[in-house]
C-alpha cells in the first residue's frame, strides 16, 4: 500500500507562485510514475503533469511554462511548481503514484484558490 498527503495549497493572487509536494510512505520505488490532476467545481479531473522514474515529464498544454513537476526520490516527495497562476488554475490538486504495473494510488487533495 501507499499513502500520499499533500501540502502547499491555499490562496495565491493571480501572476504569483505556490509549491505543491507530495510525500509519499508505504510500498514506495523510484521506478514509480508520480503526477498531479487537478479538478475544478463542476468540471472534469485532468492531468496536469507526469514524471516517470527516467525523468520523462508530460504537462498539459494549459500550464506549459509555467508549472514545473519534480521529484526528490530520497524524501519520498513529489513537487509541483506553479508560477504566472491564473483564476482558471483554481482547484483541488490530487497527486498520484503508479506503479510499472499500473496500480495507481492517490492523495486527498489540496485546494489552491487564484484570486485577489
Known amino acids: 500500500q501507499v499513502q500520499l498527503v499533500e501540502s502547499g495549497g491555499g490562496l495565491v493572487q493571480p501572476g504569483g507562485s505556490l509549491r505543491l509536494s507530495c510525500t509519499a510512505s508505504?510500498?514506495?520505488?523510484?521506478?514509480?510514475?508520480v503526477g498531479w490532476y487537478r479538478q475544478a467545481p463542476g468540471k472534469q479531473r485532468e492531468l496536469v503533469a507526469r514524471?516517470?522514474?527516467?525523468?520523462?515529464?508530460t504537462y498539459a498544454d494549459f500550464v506549459k511554462g509555467r508549472f514545473t513537476i519534480s521529484r526528490d526520490n530520497a524524501k519520498n516527495t513529489a513537487y509541483l511548481q506553479m508560477s504566472s497562476v491564473k483564476p482558471e488554475d483554481t482547484a483541488v490538486y490530487c497527486c498520484?503514484?503508479?506503479?510499472?504495473?499500473?496500480?495507481?494510488?492517490w492523495g486527498q487533495g489540496t485546494q489552491v484558490t487564484v484570486s485577489s
Open positions: 508505504g510500498s514506495i520505488s523510484s521506478t514509480d510514475v
Open positions: 514524471l516517470t522514474s527516467s525523468g520523462t515529464t
Open positions: 498520484y503514484r503508479m506503479k510499472p504495473w499500473g496500480r495507481e494510488y
